[in-house]
């Protein structure tokens, strides 16, 4: 056994180690010397494969002018009947049902963010889509306030 330092527990604990199980080999070692425990599964016993889940797809449905509410309206119902949470993403729109889920992608930064709608509107100017805080912000879209965007809704 190798000569070690005083003080050096660890390479004299490493070094003990080694000795115990190091041994010599007499001879070559042939496969059929070594006893492999069966460690495969049967067939029946592996799950079967889920399938792939494909990415959702998105139909164009046009594009327009968007802009957000914030904190001044979080707890107020909306119109779907939940409170409004300016940290979710969630977003206001006219016709579609509530619990759509629409990807609003702005045209300035080529962001996207995908919305669920639970609210009515806008219904000012010739805005298509007011979007949550969060959602806005994920896109970048809280600095100007309102910017132009392209909608896709979500076919199932």
């Known amino acids: ?20 199980v190091t041994l010599p080999l007499t001879g070559p070692v042939l496969a059929e010397d070594i006893a492999i425990a069966d460690t495969a599964p049967a067939l029946a016993e592996i799950a079967p494969a889920r399938p792939i889940e494909s990415a959702p797809t998105f139909d164009p449905i046009g594009s327009g002018v968007a802009s957000y509410y914030g904190d001044e309206l979080a707890g107020n119902r909306t119109a779907s009947g939940e409170r409004f949470d300016p940290d979710a993403l969630t977003a206001a729109h006219r016709t579609l049902p509530f619990g759509s889920k629409v990807r609003v992608t702005y045209e300035k930064t080529g962001e996207s963010v995908i919305v669920t709608i639970n609210d009515r509107g806008p219904f000012h100017g010739n805005r ?20 132009r965007v392209v909608l896709a809704l979500r076919s199932e």
């Not at 056994?1 to 115990?20: D, Q, S």
């Not at 298509?128 to 306030?145: K, T």
């Open 128 to 147: 298509v889509i007011d979007l949550s805080e969060a959602a806005a912000e994920q896109i970048g879209l809280v600095r100007a306030g309102h910017g």
């Open 1 to 20: 056994m190798a000569a070690v330092r005083p003080g050096n527990r660890r390479a004299g604990l490493f070094a003990a180690v080694a000795a115990l």
